[in-house]
């Protein structure tokens, strides 16, 4: 299976170039995506099953650096301007400053400055105490305690195609620059943001692997474990596809419930390189995989992440859990909750699905669909597909219809579907009204030529044949012999055509025969 972006190569080259702290132990995260991805990804037309069509996701970030933050910086390297759309503004600080440097592009939400009073008009305050509850939509503008919650929600959206230019990409605090008042600079804390990324680990299944990763551990001399922390994930699946808006904590999509948990504490911790030796305890990675539910559109997970507080290897930084597989946290080994992450993945099944209505068969020009035998087939997203309606022998088809039908028009035999999603076409054919042969009798004498005629009842309309040959009002009747003749009924202004009678009935008409037939157009005034 062939994906057009590789999400998890993107944040490895996000990540590839982030700066350790050595100077302190703590890094802060805010577990969350400030990246909306536009993702179109699919299998081969042989063995597509999903595509992901977009994933997106909104975090939310405190403030633990014991100040007031008048702002918030996002640092994208290998992007301009030109490669941004709009950017999450349910904040105190509004629309974001997007500005370019030399090799790539800042995001900067900041305060309003009041030059009278010499203060910035809005911060976010330090968040106090300790907490191990969700920020339960505290961080959202409105919200009644959101002045004084400690943090806030932030977001930027990259456009498709230039997501496989981003090479890395920080984000921090900004705090008033004491030499220069009326002026932000950026925290030298920087808040480390994972991405979930999103790839089909095998092609012969439908399981879509939601991938989490720390920043890869600092280099010798010392060998050292990275930061600990722990992790819990809730899922839920959705029959639609779901917003960027819709992702926030206080929505009743955004899965929080005990029963939706799907990963329960599980302490991440980024091991040394592998030639460095030791035992590798821990895993810096976290992948929750599964297939998508029939019919479900969207996959939503809630990432919350919190504080490791038990102790520490004096050398090698490595967590020493009460527990020695580091999956149940005793009350001394966690603390504070330190990001909620809603993230969603939105997919679909991009198929193509033939359903017949009577007797004939359709194909499609790749060879792929012949129903007749086969009518179902996966197909790569985008693709378009000719199919062809051919009616079986004294059968007419008589149209198309199902999801994709805008793209066939009618009675046409041939129309071109593209692939967005499950695709489902109907094709009806009818059966033609044929008559028995000739009477006997009568003494050996000759035979009359069997004829079509076509009355009108009850208003004002015209009937047309294919094969050409009636125009009824001026052209009434026509040979039948040995023919396939389909009527046409076209109502003239305020008036309705309502159906057949004679030879046809119902609201369609075909006819074959050796002895002639008649049959009528009945309409009706509006």
Request: with cysteine; charged share 10%; hydrophobic share 35%.
């Amino acid at each position: 299976m062939a994906l057009v972006i590789d999400l998890f190569q993107i944040w490895r080259n996000i990540m590839k170039k982030y700066k350790h702290d050595s100077k302190s132990r703590t890094i802060k995260h805010a577990c969350g995506a400030v990246l909306t991805l536009s993702l179109f990804a699919a299998a081969s037309a042989a063995n597509a099953v999903v595509a992901l069509i977009g994933g997106l996701g909104n975090f939310d970030a405190a403030n633990y650096e014991g100040q007031n933050a008048y702002g918030f910086e996002i640092k994208i390297e290998g992007l301009q301007a030109s490669d941004l759309s709009q950017s999450w503004t349910g904040n105190k600080f509004g629309n974001p400053l997007i500005e370019n440097y030399a090799t790539g592009v800042y995001v900067r939400y900041q305060s309003a400055y009041d030059p009278v009073a010499l203060k910035f008009v809005s911060a976010t305050v330090p968040r106090a105490g300790s907490s191990l509850t969700s920020f339960a939509g505290a961080c959202y503008m409105g919200y009644p305690s959101y002045n004084n919650a400690g943090c806030d929600h932030f977001g930027v959206h990259i456009n498709y195609a230039a997501l496989s230019k981003v090479t890395n990409t920080s984000y921090r605090w900004m705090f008033e620059d004491s030499a220069n008042p009326g002026h932000l600079v950026g925290s030298t804390t920087t808040i480390m943001v994972p991405t979930p990324t999103y790839s089909f680990p095998d092609p012969a299944t439908q399981e879509i692997a939601a991938t989490i990763e720390l920043p890869p551990t600092p280099p010798a001399p010392i060998p050292q474990y990275g930061d600990a922390t722990w992790v819990k994930v809730f899922k839920t699946e959705l029959t639609r596809a779901v917003k960027l808006d819709e992702l926030v904590d206080t929505n009743a999509i955004v899965p929080q419930d005990a029963t939706q948990l799907e990963t329960d504490y599980k302490l991440m911790q980024a091991s040394p390189p592998p030639e460095s030796g030791g035992n590798h305890k821990q895993n810096g990675k976290l992948v929750n995989q599964g297939s998508p539910n029939s019919g479900s559109k969207a996959v939503i997970r809630r990432y919350e992440s919190y504080e490791y507080t038990g102790a520490y290897d004096a050398i090698t930084h490595e967590a020493l859990c009460a527990d020695p597989t580091c999956s149940v946290p005793i009350s001394t080994e966690i603390g504070n909750i330190l990001a909620a992450q809603m993230a969603a993945v939105n997919i679909n099944v991009p198929s193509l699905t033939v359903t017949k209505v009577g007797t004939g068969n359709v194909a499609s020009a790749d060879k792929i669909i012949s129903c007749g035998s086969k009518c179902t087939s996966p197909y790569a997203l985008g693709t378009v597909i000719a199919l062809t309606a051919q009616a079986a022998s004294n059968n007419t088809f008589a149209g198309w219809a199902g999801v994709g039908a805008e793209l066939c028009t009618g009675t046409t035999l041939t129309c071109n579907v593209t692939i967005s999603d499950a695709m489902n076409i109907s094709a009806t054919f009818n059966a033609v009204v044929a008559t028995g042969g000739g009477g006997g009798g009568g003494g050996g004498g000759g035979s009359t030529a069997a004829t079509l005629t076509v009355k009108t009842s009850g208003g004002k309309g015209t009937i047309t044949s294919n094969p050409a040959g009636i125009l009824c009002g001026n052209i009434c009747s026509m040979s039948l012999s040995g023919k396939v003749i389909a009527l046409t009924a076209t109502p003239d202004a305020g008036f309705h055509f309502v159906n057949w009678s004679g030879a046809c009935t119902g609201t369609s008409c075909t006819v074959v025969g050796n002895t002639s037939l008649s049959v009528q157009a009945n309409f009706a005034k509006n």
